[in-house]
Structure formats: C-alpha cells, structure tokens
C-alpha cells in the first residue's frame, strides 16, 4: 500500500515538474521572440539612421554641384548643361522618400501583400532543408575531407 502511495506521489511530482518544464519553455521562447522582434526594430532604426545621414549629405552635393551647374549654365546658356540635375534630383528625391517619407510604409504594405498572396515567391528551392539532407552533407563533407585532406 505505501508503494502504491508513493508511486502517485512520484507521478504528481513528475506531472507537477514536467507542467513547471512547459511553462519555462514557453517563457523561454517568448523571451526569443521578442528579443528577436527588438533586435530587428534596432537594425531598421539603425537603417533608417543611415538613409538620413546619407539623404544630409546627398543634399549638400546636389547644392553645391546644383549651384556650379547653374552657374556654368548662366555663362554658356546651353540648357544641356542643366542634363546632370534630372538624374541627380531622381536619386535626391528616392533618399528623401526612403528618409523621412513614406517610402517604408509603402515597402511594408507591399510586403505584406506578396506575404499574403504570393506565397510561392517565398518558398525555398528545394523546400526546408531536413535533418536527412544536413547530415547526409555533413558526411559527404566528412568523407571528401578524408580523401582529399587538406595539403598545409
């Protein structure tokens, strides 16, 4: 009778410690997923960062060379010399967009559309590699690693 009690003592223990595993997992992979989540906020903030420092010093070359070109165009009176500002305003427009306008929404609801309706442009080729194709790599690499070792 005691070892009838003691074993339903061990199995509420086990149920009861494997209840407490369950729930340091699960905290385990939230704690994962949101460390995953701000690091991708400080990579895209640290991105952004970047385009508008960029977008700073683009716009003080398109001054500087946007004022030569148009005084060497008050001096020759050729409007082809006026040429180089239509590709450099494209690209100063782009950066300011990309900056400080709405360019990563736009990114983002785009995203999610090709997320939501064109999945097939997401997939893999070959689909997931399995833990069959890993290891069968990993021996591969092994086998060809012995026969053909390194020459030092």
């Not at 199995?11 to 209840?19: A, D, I, Y």
């Not at 409007?79 to 180089?84: D, F, G, I, Y």
Request: net charge neutral; charged share 25%; proline share 5%.
């Amino acid at each position: 009778m005691g070892a009838f009690s003691s074993h339903s003592a061990v199995v509420k223990s086990f149920e009861k410690n494997q209840q407490y595993i369950n729930e340091m997992n699960k905290m385990k992979l939230e704690r994962w997923i949101q460390m995953q989540a701000q690091m991708k906020q400080r990579e895209r903030a640290q991105e952004i960062a970047k385009n508008r420092e960029l977008f700073i010093w683009m716009s003080a070359f398109y001054l500087i060379a946007g004022s030569g070109i148009m005084s060497k165009f008050f001096r020759v009176k050729r409007p082809a010399v006026l040429s180089p500002l239509i590709p450099m305003s494209f690209v100063l427009l782009y950066y300011g967009d990309l900056s400080y306008g709405t360019k990563l929404h736009r990114i983002n609801l785009e995203a999610e559309m090709i997320m939501e309706h064109e999945k097939e442009l997401l997939e893999l080729p070959c689909n997931l590699p399995t833990v069959a194709s890993i290891d069968s790599a990993r021996i591969e690499l092994d086998e060809e690693s012995r026969l053909h070792p390194p020459h030092v």
